[in-house]
């Protein structure tokens, strides 16, 4: 993004919305998708209903204490809510400004690309696919499509946050427009692809506000998991309730405990602290991915970009600026460098394609060949034809010529020149690097070789070696022959290469890995690439790309940058991190609860249990009152970490499993001991336990 995001903390409007969404989630709909924490939800209510019991004499343990577990119980409810509406508030508040810039405008609709004067005004909201529609210079796109007709300078601010305009095309793989952008100059034809309501901008406003976001598999698993442990302690709860009430009657003795004390015991016993950030955790995963510009359809491919193995990326437009542009002047048979660009150039005056324009920079580049006149040479130009396979320019009696190596050696020979040896060995030399020779031939004499190249896109080949740090092999796809396609893939710097590929052989390859057990990720930007972005684990579509490439994918690259893949794996890979780490700490937690709760609430019934009771706890009442404090005032501590995440380290997988277990799964234990002692210390000198 053009601008960066504040901290969701630092906002007092996303603050406030949380807050208020913290309340409005308490309703039973909303409780009950999150079991866990509807364990919490309900142990509130049923602490709730025994305090108000106890007001009218029907009590076992205090009212006052009833009272301070219930309004606990409900703060935890709360603090859980709060984690996920102040995860959800960044992506409503980038959902609100995409929906300020999206504004039912008037479409200019037309019956045909070819009927661009019969024109008829109707609001972009009754657009249907297939339509047709005219947009110039100032207009707003009104709807996503396809650009049929002309060229234009296009404003997508508003939905990438970069301010550079872009040029969208008719033909290739840079005719997708989004509804909502704006044409800067010329005009366009666009082809309506969506339906109203189903546009690119509505899809996004969904799911960068959580609209449409589902749980992933890991999470449903991990929440089986949490439930299984929350039934466990319930029976281990209702067991000791139950061993109490039968020890005591033996015993002849007060039963120690009561209803609501087993309820806080259950509530801090249960794995309350992940089930509560469990949901935060996803959102902000998903958020940070917004802020990187990706757009993911879905939560699952974030995880599973934590786990790709295998990147294979198209060349063209996602290795490569899109366009082979001349690199270098090569001359032959004695002649000058700045003689063969002048040439070079002159022929290149009225070539309007990418190589064309190409040639005439690198001439004033290298040469300061420029202010070249077109009118006092009264110059006749030849347009390049697929049958001459060349073009060039006559004036005042001199003829040049550029074109392939095959082509000007005929027009040469043919009007009694030479083609030299050494300009058939140069054709070679540039061909075996993977570039495209254009000969160059003035009053047919062979004046030297312009070197056409892909141009690789900066930062390529660092972004590559971090990849494969991380474990990653890359794998460039390219329609390229295979000596090309080889040269290029040295320069870029990925570890292997598939040439002349096809549709089917892209999909044959990803589908031969995945056989092998691999998780692949495929980025491209071509309707040629949509059956392999439809196959692969996670589907990375260029947003400069064709609309069938965008809708096979499952996340849109809004900076249409391949080196946007490596943030995608490590907040893919910090995601997957994150869960694990705070899970280890909760449960940890739970541990570390158990045997600092336990011992001093049932060591009056049992004294030998005083031995264990380390922490030296007050009170039974104050120690369940210290740990449910603490059970409610650790989710908050740990919101920060949830939506920031744990920080990504380029190590193995098994190193950073076993840091994590260190750090987080010691910290869990160490925790409660010392935070759940200074809260029982600080309620004993208030007068409150």
């Not at 249960?270 to 917004?290: D, E, F, K, Q």
């Not at 190589?355 to 290298?366: P, Y």
């Not at 249990?609 to 059970?631: E, F, T």
């Amino acid at each position: 993004m053009a601008t960066k995001t504040k901290s969701p903390f630092m906002d007092q409007k996303i603050l406030a919305r949380a807050t208020k969404d913290s309340f409005i989630k308490l309703a039973p709909k909303t409780q009950a998708k999150n079991p866990v924490m509807l364990l919490v939800y309900i142990s509130a209510i049923l602490t709730t209903i025994l305090w108000v019991v106890s007001l009218f004499g029907l009590k076992d343990v205090g009212s006052g204490y009833t009272l301070a577990i219930a309004v606990i119980l409900w703060f935890t409810v709360l603090f859980a809510n709060f984690a996920e509406a102040i995860a959800e508030g960044r992506g409503k508040a980038q959902a609100d400004a995409l929906r300020a810039s999206r504004k039912d405008v008037e479409a200019h609709q037309i019956p045909s690309a070819q009927q661009k004067d019969t024109v008829t005004c109707v609001p972009s909201a009754l657009l249907k696919k297939g339509d047709f529609v005219i947009v110039k210079a100032g207009e707003q796109i009104p709807a996503d499509g396809e650009v049929v007709d002309g060229a234009a300078s296009v404003d997508e601010s508003a939905i990438t946050g970069e301010s550079a305009p872009v040029i969208r095309e008719s033909g290739g793989d840079r005719s997708a427009v989004t509804g909502g952008t704006t044409v800067l100059s010329d005009w366009i034809i666009v082809e309506v692809t969506s339906e109203a309501g189903q546009s690119f901008l509505d899809k996004m406003i969904a799911m960068v506000e959580g609209a449409s976001r589902k749980k992933t598999p890991n999470e449903i698993a991990l929440q089986i998991f949490l439930v299984a442990l929350s039934i466990i302690f319930i029976l281990v709860t209702v067991s000791l309730y139950t061993y109490s009430i039968f020890s005591t009657n033996q015993a002849g003795i007060a039963n120690p405990t009561s209803v609501t004390t087993l309820v806080a015991l259950l509530v801090c016993l249960a794995p309350t602290t992940i089930g509560a950030l469990l949901s935060a955790i996803g959102i902000a995963g998903m958020s940070r991915l917004n802020q990187a510009n990706v757009l993911a359809m879905s939560g699952r491919a974030i995880e599973a970009a934590g786990d790709v193995d295998i990147l294979m990326l198209d060349k063209t437009g996602t290795i490569t600026l899109g366009n082979r542009q001349a690199s270098a002047f090569v001359p032959v048979d004695s002649v000058s460098a700045e003689e063969l660009a002048d040439a070079a150039q002159l022929s290149s005056l009225a070539d309007e394609t990418p190589e064309g324009r190409s040639v005439v920079i690198l001439a004033k580049e290298l040469f300061h060949l420029r202010g070249r006149s077109l009118s006092d040479k009264h110059m006749h130009f030849i347009p390049f034809t697929a049958k001459t396979r060349m073009s060039g320019v006559d004036y005042e009696g001199n003829e040049i010529r550029k074109g392939a190596a095959d082509s000007i050696r005929d027009y040469v020979l043919e009007n009694g020149g030479v083609y030299s040896e050494e300009c058939e060995e140069t054709v070679r030399k540039i061909a075996g690097q993977g570039g495209t020779p254009l000969v160059v031939a003035k009053n047919h004499k062979v004046l030297g070789v312009i070197h056409l190249k892909d141009i690789i896109k900066q930062g390529v080949q660092e972004k590559f070696a971090d990849l494969r740090k991380m474990g990653i092999k890359t794998i460039m796809i390219t329609g390229d022959n295979p000596l090309t396609a080889a040269a290029i893939a040295a320069e870029a710097g990925v570890d292997d290469f598939l040439a002349e590929a096809t549709p089917e052989g892209k999909l044959a390859m990803i589908r031969d890995f995945q056989s092998k057990g691999h998780l692949v990720a495929m980025t491209g930007d071509g309707t040629n690439d949509a059956p392999a972005l439809a196959q692969a684990d996670v589907a990375v579509a260029m947003n400069s790309g064709t609309q069938a490439a965008k809708e096979a994918g499952n996340m849109v690259d809004l900076d249409s940058s391949p080196t946007k893949l490596i943030d995608i794996v490590r907040i893919g890979k910090q995601l997957l991190m994150t869960r694990g780490s705070l899970t280890t700490f909760s449960i940890a937690n739970d541990v570390a609860k158990y045997f600092a709760i336990i011992p001093a609430l049932f060591m009056g019934l049992y004294p030998g249990l005083a031995a264990l009771n380390i922490m030296g706890l007050h009170s039974p009442q104050s120690a369940v009152l210290s740990a449910i404090i603490y059970n409610a005032l650790i989710i908050v501590a740990l919101i920060p970490l949830a939506l920031k995440g744990v920080k990504y380290r380029e190590l193995p997988a098994g190193k950073l499993l076993s840091r994590n277990l260190l750090i987080y799964g010691v910290g869990g234990l160490a925790a409660p001991f010392i935070f759940i002692k200074l809260i029982d210390t600080l309620l004993v000198l208030l007068g409150l336990a």
